[in-house]
């Protein structure tokens, strides 16, 4: 059984939304897409290909559902978008990708390729201007070590933190690095103009 596969290119789109009172800006990677086939599989089991950071288990409930039955390639593939989405919101990866990469005959074992969204790095958008965005960094990183889950949750929490310490809201953006499925957050701390107001009394007409 080999279904080909069609290289999609990596564009990068950019939105922005805002969050639990901050400013998150997202740089998404596209995900390679298998072409429909009229070859179908009976499933044994799936094997997940990339998923090694999720917690062990985590998504054996879902697919052992859709074992050992019959599946073509146009329903694996909205299995892995329902999975995807599972991800995103039951789990709060809203950066996770899932899709079905081209498949040799392995007697029923599917593999199905997962990217949860990962750190690479933090880092700031510029460099630091005063010891408050330098603790900011520090605290972004701490919370946010190379290799971990990008979840909703925690960066609500870090945002709120950061806010708090920097006295404005921030601005986080996840950019793409040269590893599919990896990002680097990028703290952007925002400016805030700095009016100043004087007065002065004159009595040179006064008499």
């Known amino acids: ?6 290289r999609a290119p990596i ?19 596209a995900q390679p897409q298998a072409t429909p086939a009229v070859a179908s599989v009976f499933v044994t089991s799936f094997n997940l290909v990339g998923a090694d950071a999720l917690p062990p288990g985590l998504l054996d409930p879902f ?10 390639l146009v329903e694996l ?5 329902q999975l995807e989405k599972q991800l995103q919101t039951q789990y709060g990866l809203s950066s996770a990708k899932v899709w ?8 029923g074992v599917v593999d199905v390729r ?4 990962q750190i690479r790095q933090v880092r700031l958008a510029r460099p630091a201007t005063s010891d408050r965005e330098t ?8 919370q946010f070590r190379p290799g971990s889950l990008l979840e909703q949750a925690a960066l609500e929490r870090t945002s709120l933190a950061l806010t708090k310490l920097l006295g404005e809201t921030p601005r986080l953006t996840l950019s793409p ?31």
């Open 1 to 6: 059984m080999i279904w080909r596969r069609i």
């Open 11 to 29: 564009k990068a789109s950019c939105f922005g939304a805002v969050l639990c009172g901050f400013a998150m800006a997202t740089e998404t990677q």
């Open 63 to 72: 697919l052992s559902e859709h074992t050992m039955q019959k599946k073509t």
């Open 77 to 81: 593939r909205k299995l892995a978008a």
């Open 100 to 107: 079905v990469p081209l498949q040799e005959d392995k007697l």
């Open 114 to 117: 997962v990217l949860p969204g």
């Open 135 to 142: 603790r900011a960094l520090a605290l972004l990183a701490d």
């Open 177 to 207: 690095s040269t590893t599919m499925g990896q990002y680097d957050l990028v703290l952007e701390p925002i400016q805030l103009e700095k009016y100043s107001l004087s007065t002065s009394i004159d009595n040179l007409g006064s008499r």
